[in-house]
């Protein structure tokens, strides 16, 4: 079956969406994503970007048509424009994309536009300066904002937000975020914090999909749509609006029923599932040679591993995944 290029998990479930890190390093500190003082990986343990193309490829050939670029932040990653631009030729794959912080963004929108990425999602958790500031602890608010407007300007339309859910840290600006996102005509996403990293005091600062919801309707229409943009988000319309206010829920109404994708650290790593600890090492298959064979049987063999689901509620303060969301890949 695999030889037909459609990857199956053992549940009988498509696999057609990858998430492919291509750095674990980043021009931020977020505090949900990542600890104060970071050790990076070493440059020899890191996928060299002809190696995440070589991934990348096979992966297409297994069937999947939807590839992301994560992080860390990819646009730091010296050289992230040359492969960029080989994945957006790339035979097959229909629908490339990017989740960025947005601070590379004024340089790179045009570039990234030409290259073929069809959409970018942009982490933006708050309005207030210094409140982006004690949240990423040294992001620069105004930097991100030029970068949302050169995006629109490069020509990239549905650019969505994702927004972090926080008690007592943002949740008094969601209404104010979907106004944003509105008048720009940009797509906003509410995402339920998730217990990855050793992180205290979630389960202080957790607010469910439900909560914002019941936040927000006193200020908009929220109409239910059945759109699907290939990810976790469940999304609402606002009438005479285009623009969708998704929720993506791990924990309250978790996703893993229909889980197509898997992701890829930036050393190799395959995930098949973001909530738990298995995982399968694609550098040494890739560093054997240039023969993909053997690539390719360890992402069929990985299948075999991915499980039914994940349980992040039981987890919130005492987190089985302990490695941070930066080096799993955004």
């Known amino acids: 079956m695999h030889s037909e290029g459609t990857l199956l998990d ?8 990858v998430r492919l890190s291509i750095t674990d390093r980043c021009d931020f500190r977020c505090t949900y994503c990542m600890a104060e003082e970071m050790t990076f990986l070493p440059r020899k343990e890191v996928m060299s970007l002809e190696e995440c193309l070589r991934i990348a490829t096979v992966f297409v050939g297994l069937g999947v048509s939807k590839l992301r670029i994560t992080g860390g932040e990819p646009l730091v990653r010296k050289g992230a424009m040359w492969l960029i631009e080989r994945l957006g030729a790339l035979p097959g794959l229909e629908n ?3 989740t960025t912080n947005g601070s590379q963004l004024e ?13 970018i999602n942009i982490s933006l958790d708050t309005l207030k300066a210094d409140r982006f500031r004690a949240i990423t602890r040294i992001g620069d608010l105004a930097k991100v904002l030029r970068g949302i407007e050169a995006a629109g300007a490069a020509g990239f339309r549905r650019t969505k937000l994702n927004t972090v859910m926080m008690r007592g840290t943002n949740d008094d600006e969601f209404v104010d975020l979907v106004r944003f996102a509105i008048d720009r005509e940009l797509d906003i996403s509410f995402i339920e914090e998730m217990p990855l990293g050793e992180i205290l005091g979630r389960n202080n600062t ?13 200020h908009f229409e929220l109409i239910p749509s059945a759109e699907n943009s290939g990810g976790p988000a469940r999304y609402w319309r606002v ?7 998704g929720f993506i829920s791990p924990h309250s109404h978790n996703f893993c ?8 650290t930036a050393k190799g790593e395959l995930y098949p599932c973001l909530g738990q600890n298995d995982a399968t090492n694609l550098l040494p298959a890739l560093r054997a040679g240039n023969d993909d064979a053997a690539v390719r049987q360890a992402i069929v063999d990985s299948m075999g ?21 930066s080096m799993t890949g955004g």
């Not at 053992?10 to 969406?17: C, D, E, F, H, T």
């Open 10 to 17: 053992k549940y009988g479930r498509r696999i057609s969406y």
């Open 96 to 98: 490339l994309v990017l």
């Open 107 to 119: 340089k790179f929108a045009a570039p990234l536009y030409a290259a073929g990425v069809k959409r």
């Open 206 to 218: 957790f607010i469910s999909s439900e909560e914002t919801r019941e936040m927000l309707k006193p």
């Open 239 to 245: 009438p005479g609006s285009e623009s969708r206010i």
């Open 257 to 264: 029923d229909t889980c197509n994708r898997v992701r890829i």
């Open 305 to 325: 591993i991915k499980p039914f689901g994940h349980d992040f509620t039981q987890q919130m303060d005492s987190p089985q995944v302990i490695r941070f969301m």
